[in-house]
């Protein structure tokens, strides 16, 4: 059976993220692409909602003589989700979101992300505890990229941001999840979306993150790098639909032997 819409809407399975409530529950960036047209593609193919743009790194307004992104992803029609990357301590990473809130007239839903250097790209969790508690303590509702640590998730929810996003894998590897023990323990203890941010390679690492329980996921390079962009934002738009419907749906148990699926009890033989 096809679901519209609207059913969808209808139906309580709705992403709730501080304030807001969305459809989809892919996430995807405005990186890495060819131009602001294909970018454009990509993203309605993904059927996304939130849209994340680096403020440091796109243009939203900033530079008058540029082509401003927003003129091909519209505000009216996407959830846009500044993000702070490029940043590597607190301080700048609280500059972005002001700067980006400035920008968006008052916009306060915003991604945070601090990298601890280039060659990783790996989360520095001190700088992001930090950086988290002032912008909580300023009226935004933080979204915030993190390593997939149980106990560092559950201390930025105490903090008050609105979703942790743990990687699955090192941003822009596409190695797919990496340790799913960790990123199951913050799913069961957290009380706010935990949503799969890096790692994610193909269709059915999104799948799996959703089976496991990711309230979403967010991507870019899988999409942006795939031989068809647009093509890769339509199968992650159904792989994540899928692996949410399979959660939902509650899999059938692990055996170590088979099990007939025609019983054979309660039968006559001649």
């Keep these: 059976m096809v679901i519209t819409s609207e059913e969808k809407t209808n139906d309580a399975d709705l992403l709730c993220i501080g304030d ?25 193919a993904s059927g996304a909602e939130i849209v994340t ?19 091909f ?3 009216d029609k996407f959830t846009i989700l500044p993000n702070t990357a490029g940043c590597y301590d607190a301080t700048s990473a609280v500059r972005t ?21 280039q060659t990783t790209l790996y989360p520095n969790v001190i ?8 912008l909580c303590e300023d009226g935004f509702q933080v979204m ?24 699955a894998a090192p941003i822009g590897s596409g ?43 967010l991507m870019n390079t899988a999409i942006a790098e795939a031989r068809h962009p647009v093509m890769m934002a339509s199968a992650m738009r159904k792989a994540v639909e899928a692996g949410r ?11 170590a032997y088979a099990s007939a699926s025609s019983p054979l009890d309660g039968r006559f033989f001649i």
């Design 97 to 117: 979101c002001r700067l980006a809130r400035e920008m968006l007239d008052g916009h306060d839903l915003v991604k945070l992300e601090i990298m601890g250097d």
């Design 245 to 255: 419907e399979a959660f939902r749906a509650g899999r059938m148990p692990k055996r």
């Design 144 to 167: 915030v990229y993190t390593s997939d640590d149980p106990i560092l998730a559950s201390e930025l929810e105490k903090i008050g941001c609105v979703a942790v996003m743990p990687l």
């Design 53 to 71: 743009v680096a403020v440091r790194r796109v243009n939203l307004g900033q530079n008058a003589d540029q082509p401003n992104l927003l003129e």
């Design 127 to 134: 700088e992001t505890l930090s950086a988290a508690r002032i």
């Design 20 to 44: 807001r409530k969305f459809v989809s529950r892919l996430m995807v960036g405005t990186g890495k692409y060819k131009d602001f047209d294909e970018t454009k593609k990509a993203i309605e």
């Design 175 to 217: 190695l797919g999840l990496q340790n799913r023990f960790t990123l199951r323990s913050i799913i069961e203890n957290a009380g706010i979306p935990v949503i799969v941010d890096a790692g994610v390679g193909t269709a059915s690492d999104a799948s799996i993150a959703m089976e496991l329980g990711s309230h979403g996921v």
């Design 73 to 75: 992803i519209s505000p």
